[in-house]
């Protein structure tokens, strides 16, 4: 055992890395904050839209068949527009041979333009009772309907029934609406219709309540006397002879141009117009009604609206929308805008995550199994058994509670080894624990190198030069090996075309809920990919808790990168681009430590994700490599880029989608979806169990991980994805350990 160290001053200054850490730390919160606030708004989007929609529920009528004894008499037996002066209710009629006709639930955007030409057509005015949830996401449509003339109303935000809702919700709906006509159409109204609403004699003492608190804020109640009940489509002349009131008597008259197929509507609307002039009847709108009553006067009769003083009595319920009412209603039409192109884009993209998800289980399955099949063969073998020593490269920075264990685990190995320990400027006696247990082990094969704090890069590349041996196997100072790893590992070396060799990570104490969590990651997401990845000759990482390598292909390489975090991703794909052929050994097992809680898992994750950006953007020119070498670039690099990058980035919106289906669509529809997705997940991960002969026990752990693990995983890839498109750069960070994974005794579980 040798032992080289480099000189050391009376005062300890920090590390380069313990340096690097504290700058780190200092940037983290920023981007943590930025990548939280992304997630904050595209469920505020989603949540605002479901809410437009008006999916949010409530959208029924309660009850029918009330008692109506609290409602006076004259409002029960009086006309269809109800006024509130001096806190004493009055009801107005349309007067004869006038026909006040309202539309409601609209805008829509197929329906309504159309509504408005015909009215524009026969110069005949309406009343639109707006739904404000439609109104903010068609705001044109309703600048259109006032431009025209015509006159609007508010029927709640969301369709809601008023009649059992709470005060707080009652003015939550009628503000709402409001400041979506601000935000449309620069104006606000007086005029108010409830949804479910008919004629006055159906008030009843749930609703009545309403009707009042509205009056007293000026509010006008609008209610009908003709209804045309064209919602239940009866055909184009039932429509017309239920909208035409009796004799000569005036009318409210109900039509919708919204909340359904309205095609009748429109083929009667023309047909209504023309029977009415021909009985001579007039047309106007509700405030027309209110004004001719004051005035005790009449619109003229004709096809017209009566002049420009008719004009304006037709916009009398219009206010102008000012100061803080317009500009909210503006950001509110603006916001809706965004929710309006943006869940619809998500919506694409949920099915194109979906696709891409159940693309890559099927592939992962096939391929996995062919690749089972294939090195399970009888006369599989890679050629001569390799028995020539190896040198073992054993980077370590502060890993007093694992080095031991480390080098116990070699010191059992069936294979000839020299053990390289680099000590990368520990501060916690690592090199002396080392020394210690190898003295105490008996190992003659160990050498301790020792070097100012540089980086694990640096440390690797120190060990790779230090070798005596032509192939060298490098792994983490917290790692153990199994008696035959090292055997099985350098076997495909007997291939002159291999370069290097991936191993088979496990996680060493699965004991702990995260643990267990990493566990069927490790086996599920990373072993089953490197399956598919060796089959098709474009492995995108060899794992830095056990690969090896040739050590001149090392050398021409470049050794390992600093340029990355992820310098185990960075050289093997340079070694693919060197034209060397990178493989996957299931057989060769290392025990590692998953992080001891979620600050140290999500600070692990971080590094490898963002790492594997940086060397996905450093070898982008790999994708204009040609021949045997620019195979990485043709497949791996563009399979990487989508099963690790982009669908993790948009994964959640399985989950996002399933909670919005959850809450505002259908329950147990997004529940069944869920677990249709989960049972898929079992499958495959049931499968790689079985590759890896790995005890089933652990996938009960599966729906919790899907519910707490994988979104933190993904919120992990978002942060990374901040962190590269603000050009922020992470140093290599050391995870705490704590040196329970013991020595195998073998291939045990």
């Known amino acids: 055992m040798t032992t080289t160290t480099p000189s050391r001053g009376r005062r300890r200054a920090p590390t380069r890395m313990e340096r690097a850490a504290g700058r780190a730390a200092a940037l983290q919160k920023p981007r943590v904050i930025l990548a939280l606030l992304l997630l904050l708004g595209l469920t505020s989007v989603m949540l605002l839209d479901g809410y437009l929609r008006a999916e949010v529920g409530g959208d029924e009528r309660v009850r029918d068949g009330a008692s109506s004894s609290k409602v006076p008499d004259n409002i029960l037996d009086g006309g269809p527009i109800i006024s509130f002066r001096g806190g004493r209710a009055t009801t107005t009629s349309v007067p004869a041979k006038t026909i006040a006709l309202t539309f409601d639930d609209g805008p829509n955007p197929t329906y309504t333009p159309q509504v408005l030409k015909i009215l524009e057509k026969y110069d005949v005015p309406a009343t639109f009772f707006v739904v404000g949830s439609m109104v903010s996401r068609y705001p044109g449509i309703v600048k259109d309907m006032v431009d025209q003339g015509n006159e609007v109303g508010i029927h709640t935000f969301t369709h809601v029934d008023l009649s059992y809702q709470s005060d707080a919700r009652v003015r939550r709906e009628m503000t709402q609406t409001q400041l979506a006509l601000a935000g449309a159409a620069g104006i606000t109204t007086t005029l108010f219709r409830a949804p479910y609403s008919s004629e006055t004699d159906a008030i009843d003492n749930y609703s009545w309540p309403v009707y009042e608190k509205l009056g007293e804020e000026g509010y006008t109640s609008v209610f009908v006397d003709t209804d045309s009940d064209d919602w239940k489509k009866p055909g184009v002349s039932k429509i017309v002879q239920w909208a035409t009131p009796s004799g000569t008597s005036g009318a409210s008259v109900l039509m919708h141009d919204a909340g359904g197929d309205r095609e009748q509507t429109l083929e009667a609307l023309p047909k209504y117009i023309e029977k009415m002039r021909a009985k001579g009847y007039t047309f106007t709108t509700i405030s027309g009604v209110v004004e001719a009553q004051n005035a005790d006067a009449r619109i003229p009769a004709g096809n017209g609206t009566g002049g420009q003083n008719a004009t304006d009595r ?133 050498r301790i190198i020792r070097q100012e704090n540089a980086g694990k890069p640096a440390a690797l590349n120190n060990g790779v030069r230090s070798a005596r041996h032509d192939i060298v196997v490098m792994m983490d100072g917290d790692t153990v090996f199994e008696p035959d790893t090292v055997r099985q590992l350098v076997q495909p070396f007997a291939d002159e075309k291999v370069g290097a060799v991936a191993g088979n990570a496990k996680v060493g104490n699965r004991n702990t809920v995260i643990g267990a969590w990493q566990h069927i990651e490790y086996v599920m997401g990373f072993n089953l990919d490197r399956r598919m990845y060796d089959l098709l000759r474009c492995m995108p990482t060899i794992p830095g808790a056990i690969g090896a390598f040739r050590r001149d292909a090392v050398l021409q390489v470049g050794g390992m990168s600093e340029d990355t975090l992820a310098e185990d991703t960075d050289i093997t794909i340079a ?17 590692t430590e998953a992080p001891g809680s979620l600050k140290q898992l999500w600070s692990q994750r971080y590094r490898w994700s963002y790492g594997t950006m940086q060397a996905l953007w450093k070898h982008r020119k790999s994708l204009t490599d040609r021949g045997p070498s620019g195979r990485f670039g043709r497949v791996g690099m563009p399979l990487v880029v989508i099963f690790q990058i982009v669908t993790p980035v948009f994964a959640p919106l399985i989950d996002v989608f399933t909670a919005y289906s959850m809450i505002f669509v259908d329950f147990r529809a997004a529940l069944y979806a869920w677990l249709a997705v989960l049972g898929i997940q079992l499958v495959c991960a049931a499968y790689a169990f079985r590759l890896d002969r790995e005890k089933y026990r652990y996938l009960l752990m599966m729906p919790l991980q899907q519910l707490a693990y994988r979104q933190m995983m993904y919120l992990v890839l978002i942060h990374s994805c901040v962190t590269a498109l603000t050009g922020g750069r992470l140093r290599w960070q050391k995870l705490k350990r704590t040196g329970e994974v013991g020595t195998p005794a073998g291939a045990g579980r």
């Not at 929710?339 to 993209?349: F, I, K």
């Not at 690749?371 to 920075?397: D, E, L, M």
């Not at 070694?575 to 025990?591: N, S, T």
């Open 314 to 446: 037709l916009q009398a319920a219009h206010r102008e929308a000012t100061g803080t009412t317009l500009y909210e209603g503006k950001a509110l039409v603006a916001a809706v805008a965004v929710a309006e192109y943006t869940v619809p884009t998500l919506s694409v993209g949920l099915v194109v995550v979906g696709v891409a998800v159940l693309g890559r289980f099927g592939m992962m399955l096939v391929l996995a199994r062919r690749h089972y099949r294939q090195r399970n063969r009888r006369r599989f073998g890679w050629g001569p058994a390799v028995t020539r020593p190896v040198s073992v490269i054993v980077p370590a920075y502060n890993e007093k509670e694992c080095i031991a264990n480390t080098l116990e685990s070699l010191a059992r190995s069936t294979h000839p080894i020299e053990v390289i320990v680099v000590d990368d400027g520990s501060s916690d006696g690592t090199s002396e624990i080392a020394r210690e247990a190898a003295q105490r082990l008996g190992m003659t094969n160990v």
């Open 575 to 591: 070694m693919h681009r060197a034209g060397w052929r990178v493989v996957y050994q299931e057989h060769a097992r290392a025990w």
